[in-house]
Each structure stands twice: as C-alpha cells, then as structure tokens.
C-alpha cells in the first residue's frame, strides 16, 4: 500500500466510524502520529520454520534482589539461544489486577520488572511480541480517574450505560456484570461497561481520541522493538447496542486501520489477534489479507489433549483436514500453541467435539486437580469456557514414572511443532512445570494454576541435573526444535496434508520445493504400525526408514523422504 492509498484508506475508515466528526483534522493526528514515530534502521526477519516463540511474564524468571526483566534476559541467553527465536512478553506494564490485563499506563513498564532499557536489552537478542490490551483499561489508571473526577479530556474515553436497557444479546465471556456502578467526584452514579471485570473498564471508540491514543501505543511499542504486537481480546473493541458487541464490522475496519498504519512505519512486525471464539469467526480476523497476519490456533491446545487422553487422534484428524478445505490470505498464518498463561479454552471445539467429548475433558481436568470456569450463555445458562490445569499436568497420570511423562509430553509437542503455522511454547511446558496447586488456592484465581513464578537458581540447578523431570522434558523438546529450523518443509509457507492412518496415529506431510516430510505421532502408549509408500531417513533418529516400521508409546517420527523432489 503506497502513501496515496493510505491516505484514502485512513479517510474511508474514518468516515464510516465517524461520520459527524470533523474526519480531516482526525485524519491530519494520525499523519502527525505517523511522522512521530518514524523508524529507526532496522533489520527484516523472514518468518520462517527458524521462528519459535516463548510466552513468559516479564518476571516469570525471578532471583531475590534483582530486576526480573535483566533476569529473564540472563536466563534466555543461557538456556534459549539456539532453539527460542521470539519471546512473547505477557503485560510488562503497570497494572492492578487479572495479572497485567487490566493496565494503568501503556506507556510505562512496571517498575517492579525494569524499564524500557531491559527491553531494548531483551530486544538485541531476541525477537519480541508486546500485549496490546487496548479493549479495556484499569479503573486504576490516570485516564478513569480523570473521567470519575470531570477532567473534560477522558469524558468519552468510557461508556457510561443505562442500567435499564436490554443486554440479552450482548457476548459475555465472564459470569461477571456488564455494568459496574461507580461514583463520580459529582456524586453521580455511572454505570460503566466492563466485559471482563469490574477494574476492566471498556475503552470507547465511538470516540475518535481513544482511536488516536490507540494509534499512538500502537505504534510506541514498534518503534521500542516489538516485532510482533498481540491484540488482546480485540474482538470486543466496539460496542452497538442491540447486537452482541463481538466481532462487529467496525472492529474489523479498525484492524485495518491499525494493520495499514503499522506497515507504512514498520513494515516488518508482525499482528496477532487474541480471539477465543470458534473456528470462522477466529480466522475471520485474517481478513482478505489486510487484518492480522497470524491468527491462534485455539483448537489445537484442547483437541490434542483430547487425542492423547483418549488415545485416539480421529477428532484431530478431522479437525485438521478441514482446513486443507479452506483458502487462507497470502502471507498469513497461524500461532500454534498447546498451552499458554490462560486455560484450554472450550469454545473453539464447540462444533469439532460432542457434549459427550467435552464432558470426559472437562472430567478428566478435574480429576488432575485442574478447575474449569464457566460462562454465561444469551439464556442465562453456564456452560465451560475453559480448563485450568498446567498442560503436563493434564497429560500425566498420577503417580507415573517420568519416562511416561516425558515420551507422552514431547510427542504432544511434535504435534506442536510440525503444523503448518509458527509454534509457540509456554514457559512452564519447556521447563517441565506442574500444577501449582498453592498459588491456585491461596490466590482464588483458577489461571493462578499455570502461572508459577520460578526462581532462577532452583530453575537452573534443575536443568543442569540429569535425569530430573525439567531436565529430560527441557532435553526433549529443544531437540525438536533445533531438528525444526533446520528443515525448510516446516516453514509456515511449506504445504500441508493430514494423512490417512490409523486412529492410533496422527501425521501430516509438510512439503516445500525440495523438501517433503512425512510427521507422524503415535497417540497412544501401545506399539503401533506405520505404513507409508515412502523411504526416507528420520530427523529424530537418523534411522532409515523403509515404508514400514514399529513406533513404540508415543514415538514421532519425522522422515524425510529419500527423492526430494516438488512431488
């Protein structure tokens, strides 16, 4: 996009959002924020099969007495160069609760983690995902109490709604009240929307300032090194009423907006929408090529929890084939993942599991000592939005031996890593965490369950002992991931078919011009046989594969196959 369609894209956009404003003088703030926030030189990173991300907090590595961003970095060079290309940084700004999702200031990093030096820092040696938490905002933060206290700035930056009107179609992903009753220094009653919590407070972009301070964050953290920026729960940005206020037309058009903005100043990051919703509407955010440029996998984390707890990979199969049935935008992708700082969401696989499926997860967390928290539905019923367990926890059996845990475990995160998409590992499942049942309880927070803070030394002396559970788990998967970057057939770009195989085994064949690989992942504990009119030799064992072989209890095997050719 050149400047001139630009230009015509931002007073379209404009005029549709804002159709009584005075649309050219907005227009002329964000030319202004544009010029602001020129880049400095910097260097293109090809999204290729090299790019695997990290998702941590900013002080999930901590050590008494220092900053933990300086201490994540100090980890990271220590135990990650060579496998994590990227890290995702869960919400480094000050905040009030929900664990940085609910921020005082997108402009300052908390000061109990560092500064922006530790970023720039972090940045030099690793790619990094920023949050953007823009739906909504702390109560605690300058902007909302410069709205209870009159300041004539923030006066539309909330939505202040009649308690009265009708919310029955409006999407609620929390039992929570819509509305949260505040006074203002007037003594006046507000009834503010807040979709996620009371100290959420929905930001309103009916009103074209918060569209501009948006612009303006937005493009704060690219200039500041973010490489790829997350759009946290954006589906909820704009609310009409009598509709449900979730995925409307003018969320999309904002998207654009945002996405059109960001590559004129810094062609090379990368956006990605946070939508825990089913299938379509998740991807929709893809656009036509012009919203994000990678969406997340939201079924994958559940469907292959399903696979090896029932020791059948039939749902996932016919998950994954469904989307060899659909065209995606050029130059788009998804963020796949197994687990992450929330739970194993449930709505994705609304239409891919039965009630009966869901059920027997649902179940199955619950006997690992996991928690599920629940949502309200359009009818005042409740149904599971998601599961709360650490994801090695979901997989063990009590009481087995690591040698179980770790096979099952690493051949999960196969999966993880041969789908067509970018992989992305939670810190707790490359360091061989459980549930931290403690931090569940004494906290009252389900998602608490997932998001221990690991103390560096402990952390370091575990993966430096042989045959500790963290070490073995740690050993396992950056073995994946190193064999991964080297393969160009893994590349996001590489094609992708589900093959035909046993309920026991799940495989695809990732294929690339002078590359193909045949992936397959035995589900279940039990030796099962492998057929496929291939020979080859496997990444993962060097062994040489001749169309037929055993795979042992959650074995994977990557062949490449001998004549490489397009196929």
């Known amino acids: 996009m050149n400047k001139s369609q630009l230009k015509t894209l931002i007073r379209e956009t404009l005029t549709q959002l804002y159709p009584q404003e005075d649309n050219q003088a907005i227009a002329a703030k964000i030319e202004q924020l544009i010029q602001r926030w020129k880049p400095r030189a910097h260097t293109a990173v090809p999204l290729d099969q090299s790019r695997i991300w990290m998702i941590a907090y900013g002080d999930s590595i901590c050590a008494k007495g220092a900053k933990p961003l300086a201490i994540l970095h100090q980890f990271a060079k220590l135990w990650l160069k060579g496998t994590i290309s990227d890290i995702h940084l869960l ?60 300041e004539p700035r923030y006066q539309n930056y909330f939505i202040n709604a009649d308690p009265n009107d009708d919310y029955n179609q409006v999407t609620r992903p929390r039992t929570l009240p819509l509305l949260t009753p505040f006074k203002r220094v007037t003594g006046e009653n507000a009834h503010i929307w807040t979709t996620f919590s009371a100290d959420q407070i929905d930001l309103n972009f009916h009103e074209p300032e918060v569209l501009l301070e948006s612009i303006d964050v937005l493009l704060e953290y690219a200039s500041r090194g973010a490489q790829a920026i997350r759009l946290d729960a954006v589906g909820f940005l704009w609310k009409e009423k009598n509709s449900s206020c979730i995925h409307l037309p003018q969320t999309h058009l904002i998207i654009k907006l945002w996405r059109a903005i960001l590559e004129e100043t810094w062609p090379d990051c990368l956006m990605i929408t946070e939508t825990n919703v089913p299938h379509q509407e998740n991807i929709s955010y893809l656009g036509s090529g012009d919203e994000a440029h990678m969406v997340y ?180 998967l950056s073995k994946l991931m190193r064999v991964r970057k080297q393969h160009p057939a893994f590349s996001p770009s590489a094609s992708q078919q589900v093959l035909e195989l046993p309920k026991a085994l799940f495989g695809v064949k990732r294929q690339i011009t002078g590359e193909t690989l045949y992936c397959v992942v035995n589900v279940t504990g039990i030796t099962q046989s492998l057929s496929l009119p291939v020979e080859g030799t496997d990444l993962l064992t060097g062994s040489t594969f001749n169309g037929v072989c055993q795979l042992t209890g959650w074995q994977t095997v990557w062949i490449r196959t001998a004549t490489q050719t397009d196929e």
């Open 91 to 150: 919400p480094m700004f000050p905040w009030s609760s929900d664990d940085g999702f609910s921020v005082v200031d997108y402009r300052q990093i908390d000061p109990n983690l560092g500064q922006w030096s530790d970023i720039e820092a972090l940045a030099g040696d690793f790619n990094l995902m920023f949050d953007f938490v823009i739906n909504h905002i702390s109560q605690h933060s300058p902007w909302f109490q410069g709205y209870l206290r009159g």
């Open 297 to 476: 996998q939201f079924p994958l984390p559940p469907l292959t929890l399903h696979a090896f707890l029932r020791g059948d990979a039939s749902w996932l199969r016919q998950w994954a084939k469904s989307l060899e049935q659909e065209t995606f935008p050029d130059n788009t992708t998804f963020f796949n993942f197994l687990a992450s700082h929330d739970g194993i969401g449930l709505r994705p696989v609304e239409n891919i599991l039965s009630t009966e499926e869901k059920t027997f997860l649902v179940s199955e967390v619950e006997r690992k000592q996991g928690r599920i928290s629940w949502r309200t539905n359009p009818d005042g019923s409740q149904s599971p939005y998601e599961m709360n367990i650490n994801f090695l926890s979901a997989l063990s059996e009590p009481g087995e031996g690591p040698d179980v845990q770790v096979a099952r475990f690493s051949a999960a995160h196969a999966i993880l890593f041969m789908l067509q998409g970018v992989p992305a590992i939670y810190y707790h499942s490359l360091l061989g965490s459980e549930n931290d049942l403690n931090g569940m309880k004494t906290s009252g927070i389900n998602r608490r369950i997932n998001r221990e803070k690991l103390d560096f030394a402990a952390t370091h002396q575990a993966l430096i002992t042989s045959g500790s559970l963290q070490a073995r788990i740690y050993t396992a």
